[in-house]
């Protein structure tokens, strides 16, 4: 059975739904400090629970004959920068719980999402190679690069078959998104189709690697179904979908809602996000498990403008 910690989060539900509809939904059970996400409501089992207290997880894993988890529930960028000690603490001890019950109880896989934010202002910021110079300057950062140490660690010494993802900016409209540099990209719709104005948060030209909810899901499902012996990145791949600064994303909200206007007025985040590459290269994705993107900027839009 399949364990989700961090169900009710921005990929949580929508991850949670997938993995239902493709294993069955008594076979998926959804846990969160939160109570329970009206999307859930209904559609399988869940659990509360506090992935810092392992006790607690060691015991929900057995009783619940748990054989795989993900494990979603992280303190995001911007939100770390105003307490680093509790994200980090969150963020790494909560990876650390999982990784140690894996191997305890052997568990068949483990899925843990890294981000492009482990990148920082010395690594090359256009077409970001898998291995390259990695500094990351935000504590989420930070804390995704020491994850993903742990990630091959644990698989190298111990064979946790663990795998990771380096996702892009994640734009959904589902679940509510959790404390991001890149949510400007969700704000900006519900601004758009309520006043048909938005005042972003990142100056214009701010490029970032982004990518549509329904393919970051896919690729994370592809990647856990993907046979181990292709897996040959265990820190965590990079991925990629498209790239887009706030001055495109309100041009092509525009072609949609004509009198929608854009204004500026960057703030902390602007230099989180400057930090970050504006575009990666996931070759290794596509070389070693078929990875390929099915949203673009204009399709996505789309999208998002006929589902808020
Ligand atoms: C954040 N949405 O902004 C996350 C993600 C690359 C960005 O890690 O913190």
Redesign the pocket.
Same mark, same amino acid.
């Given at each position: 059975k399949i364990l989700v910690i961090g169900a009710c989060g921005q990929i949580g539900v929508e991850l949670t739904l997938a993995l239902r509809k493709m294993y069955g939904d008594s076979n998926v059970v959804a846990s969160d400090l939160r109570e329970e996400h009206d999307l859930l409501k209904g559609t399988g089992p869940y659990v509360s629970l506090d992935v810092m207290n392992k006790e607690m997880l060691h015991v929900l894993v057995i009783r619940h004959n748990i054989t795989q988890v993900y494990l979603l529930a992280a303190i995001?960028?911007?939100t770390g920068e105003k307490n680093p000690l509790l994200a980090w603490h969150i963020n790494m001890q909560s990876l650390l719980n999982v990784l140690d019950i894996a191997k305890e109880e052997n568990l068949d896989k483990i899925y843990w999402p890294s981000?492009?934010?482990v990148f920082g202002p010395n690594s090359p910021a256009a077409e970001t190679p898998q291995h390259t110079i990695i500094e990351p300057t935000t504590i989420?950062g930070i804390s995704k690069f020491a994850g993903e140490r742990w990630c091959e660690y644990y698989n190298h010494r111990f064979g946790v078959d663990v795998r990771s993802l380096r996702?892009? +900016?994640?734009i959904s409209y589902k679940s509510a998104?959790g404390? +991001?540099?890149?949510?400007y990209a969700i704000e900006i719709f519900h601004e758009a189709k309520e006043h048909k104005k938005y005042t972003s948060f990142l100056s214009e030209n701010t490029y970032l690697p982004m990518m549509y909810m329904p393919d970051a899901i896919r690729a994370t499902i592809e990647l856990m179904e993907a046979d181990a012996s292709k897996i040959a990145v265990r820190s965590a791949y990079n991925l990629s979908a498209m790239s887009f600064s706030p001055k495109e994303i309100g041009a092509e909200i525009k072609k949609h809602i004509p009198e929608f206007t854009m204004a500026y007025e960057p703030d902390y985040r602007q230099q989180i996000a400057d930090g970050?590459p504006n575009s990666i290269d996931d070759s290794l994705a596509r070389q070693d498990w078929g990875w390929k993107p099915e949203y673009d900027l204009a399709r996505m839009t789309e999208d998002m403008l006929r589902n808020i």
């Amino acid at each position: 059975k399949i364990l989700v910690i961090g169900a009710c989060g921005q990929i949580g539900v929508e991850l949670t739904l997938a993995l239902r509809k493709m294993y069955g939904d008594s076979n998926v059970v959804a846990s969160d400090l939160r109570e329970e996400h009206d999307l859930l409501k209904g559609t399988g089992p869940y659990v509360s629970l506090d992935v810092m207290n392992k006790e607690m997880l060691h015991v929900l894993v057995i009783r619940h004959n748990i054989t795989q988890v993900y494990l979603l529930a992280a303190i995001l960028s911007a939100t770390g920068e105003k307490n680093p000690l509790l994200a980090w603490h969150i963020n790494m001890q909560s990876l650390l719980n999982v990784l140690d019950i894996a191997k305890e109880e052997n568990l068949d896989k483990i899925y843990w999402p890294s981000s492009i934010a482990v990148f920082g202002p010395n690594s090359p910021a256009a077409e970001t190679p898998q291995h390259t110079i990695i500094e990351p300057t935000t504590i989420y950062g930070i804390s995704k690069f020491a994850g993903e140490r742990w990630c091959e660690y644990y698989n190298h010494r111990f064979g946790v078959d663990v795998r990771s993802l380096r996702y892009p +900016g994640l734009i959904s409209y589902k679940s509510a998104p959790g404390g +991001g540099t890149t949510d400007y990209a969700i704000e900006i719709f519900h601004e758009a189709k309520e006043h048909k104005k938005y005042t972003s948060f990142l100056s214009e030209n701010t490029y970032l690697p982004m990518m549509y909810m329904p393919d970051a899901i896919r690729a994370t499902i592809e990647l856990m179904e993907a046979d181990a012996s292709k897996i040959a990145v265990r820190s965590a791949y990079n991925l990629s979908a498209m790239s887009f600064s706030p001055k495109e994303i309100g041009a092509e909200i525009k072609k949609h809602i004509p009198e929608f206007t854009m204004a500026y007025e960057p703030d902390y985040r602007q230099q989180i996000a400057d930090g970050w590459p504006n575009s990666i290269d996931d070759s290794l994705a596509r070389q070693d498990w078929g990875w390929k993107p099915e949203y673009d900027l204009a399709r996505m839009t789309e999208d998002m403008l006929r589902n808020i």
